[in-house]
């Protein structure tokens, strides 16, 4: 959970950023052509991804009903139960159904009650949650409603207004370049909060370890984007790094089916469990993504004329 905590901060930041960006070149954000560069970065991998997973079905390699290829496939994976090996689509499905809300929120919402808006919903969340368990009991709560694991990616937003102002970000940045390894090290320890802080004050603690958590991973994006703590900004850019970074995605579909113990077989014995997650992430990456990408920047060309490809591309 850490791992898809962090994802889910560092999502937010990213995606954010390059709207605020679009905003400040352009003027203006314009949602279809952020959901058009969207479905093309997201969707073509991940419907391969599910094909493979309804072949291999039909061949009797593995036995999926034709919700758990559907309900991934609209990105309802985290509300309707599915089989195991397209489970981790449940985080995937969250992130899409954030994006549907929050870039037309961000275009709502004026510069002022931007911050005041992504604030008040980390520190609202967890009461809402507590609603949820009294209302229903803990038991009853499916905890992959979207409306219960939104606050890490808001975190990430928040991040991303902070930073993208050049007044906040100037007198910010020197303090976190000096102090870069002590707010690391702070950040760790709030992501630890969650299960410290209610054993230590009970349903109080609940409630602060939550939002605490959200704003401790915002502040682990926020060293890796600084560069502001030595030994991790070596690790984020050393050359491997960099390479696995480039095929997170395609990794993330795939290693699914080689790292998550479901049958025994060799493929999911380590060490080539890894080995082979790694090669089918690359094949996708390459066969599928790249030249989808390709693809987008022509239609991209044709249908926003106004927009440079260079820009495109980079987003």
Known sequence: MVGVNLFFALSGFLITWLLLGEEEAQGS?????????????????????????????????????????????????????????????????????????????????????????????????????????????????????????????????????LWSRAATRGRLEPWVREKGTLIFAAGILGVLSPWVLPRLAGGAGVLIAMPLSAIAYALLVLVAVAGACGPLSVLLNWTPMVWLGRLSYSLYLWQQVFCYPMTGRWHERFPQNLGLAVLAASLSFFVIESPCLRLRGRLHARFFPRRSSEAVSAR
């Not at 992130?95 to 510069?111: R, T």
């Not at 009853?140 to 207004?161: K, T």
């Open 29 to 161: 954000v314009r949602l279809g052509e952020f959901y058009f560069r969207r479905a093309f970065r997201i969707l073509p991998a991940a419907f391969v991804y599910l094909g493979v997973m309804a072949l291999g079905s039909a061949m009797a390699w593995w036995h999926l009903k034709w919700t758990d290829v559907i309900a991934p496939a609209v990105f309802l994976a985290n509300v309707v139960g599915v089989d195991a090996y397209v489970g981790h689509f449940w985080t995937l499905s969250i992130e899409e159904q954030f994006y549907l809300a929050w870039p037309a929120v961000l275009v709502a919402a004026k510069w002022r009650m931007r911050v005041p808006l992504t604030l008040g919903w980390i520190l609202l969340s967890p009461v809402w949650r507590q609603i949820n368990i009294r209302l229903f009991g803990a038991a009853q709560v499916n905890w992959g409603r979207p409306d219960l694991r939104f606050e890490m990616l808001i975190a990430g937003c928040l991040l991303a207004l």
